[in-house]
């Protein structure tokens, strides 16, 4: 009788074919190695499985629909831009007459700002602060801003997700600069204080929405608007309410809108609605300022 030859009964992996194994993944039953296999609720899965499994299994999301994160980035990556920023601007101070808010200029002065086509001021203005020695605040303006902004930027981005919270904050950034643009046009103005205003605005609908205690969040929005009157005098008032009515309508949107299929796209289809009035808000005015010649 012939004996079976030991060759025919090795197996091996299906990924490492050299590799002996005798190791089964539980879902697909094919042998896997050591390198292979990992850990599930009972025996062992290849990696293919595994990663299969994954893409099934919904993700979990906020009350907002966004996806949960334990790292707030965004909001370091917005920390870390604006001091970037700051450090452009101490190495070369004229990057801040360059890139800050500016609707136009008086009659008599070489045409620069939003209305002769400079449209990007819109967004950079919200990433510069003033210089250690200018204006009221001087240093205190950055540093105010991106406490502030660490603060709030945690708690808001953990409720709306990555996506969500970075449309928020570009678009009350822009809110901000286009009612300065409305209403103070020759006025330069910079900082991200609007977009913080909408921040802040989104914390006070999110604590509502999510039926939290609402004594702490109103003395919150009460110091809110107190420091919109009282800073009036030193900064852009007109750059805070701004930033503070777009935040709010967006995140009036993310919390509102019911839930479903289409809750995502219903959230989309209201930033580019805002989006879309800024822009004609801005082409507006950048014709009345320049008699239809920009």
């Known amino acids: 009788m012939d004996a079976e030859s030991p060759e025919s009964t090795v197996t091996t992996c299906y990924r490492h074919p050299k590799v002996e194994s005798h190791v089964r993944c539980t879902r697909c039953d094919r042998y896997i190695c050591p390198d292979c296999m990992r850990e599930a609720a009972v ?116 409720q709306l997700g990555r996506v969500r919270f970075t449309a928020l904050y570009l678009l009350s950034a822009l809110g901000g600069s286009v009612l300065v643009l409305l209403i103070a046009p020759e006025t330069p103005t910079l900082g991200a204080s609007g977009a ?52 709010a309508a967006v995140t009036l949107a993310y919390a509102y809108v019911p839930r479903g299929p289409r809750r995502a796209l219903i959230q989309t289809a209201v930033c580019v609605a805002v989006l879309a009035l800024l822009v004609i808000l801005t082409i507006t005015k950048a014709t009345e300022l320049t008699g239809g010649a920009a």
Do not use: K
């Open 196 to 247: 913080i205003f909408g921040l802040g605005a989104a914390y006070y609908v999110m604590a509502r929405r999510l039926g939290a205690d609402m004594n702490a969040v109103n003395r919150f929005m009460a110091g809110l608007l107190l420091w919109l009157v009282i800073s009036a005098w030193a900064t852009s008032w007109q750059g805070h309410l701004g930033g503070l009515l777009t935040g």
């Open 43 to 158: 025996g062992h899965q290849c990696v293919e499985c595994v990663r299969e499994g994954a893409r099934s299994v919904r993700q979990a999301r906020t009350a907002f629909g966004g996806r949960i994160t334990a790292v707030p980035m965004v909001t370091y990556v917005l920390i870390g831009l604006n001091v970037l920023a700051y450090l452009a601007e101490l190495a070369r101070p004229s990057v801040v007459d360059r890139f800050d808010m500016l609707g136009t200029v008086p009659a008599g002065y070489l045409p620069e700002g939003v209305a002769h086509g400079e449209w990007y001021r819109l967004l950079t203005g919200a990433f510069l602060h003033l210089p250690p020695t200018g204006g009221t605040f001087g240093i205190l303006h950055i540093v105010m801003n991106m406490v502030s902004l660490w603060n709030l930027g945690r708690v808001v981005e953990a």
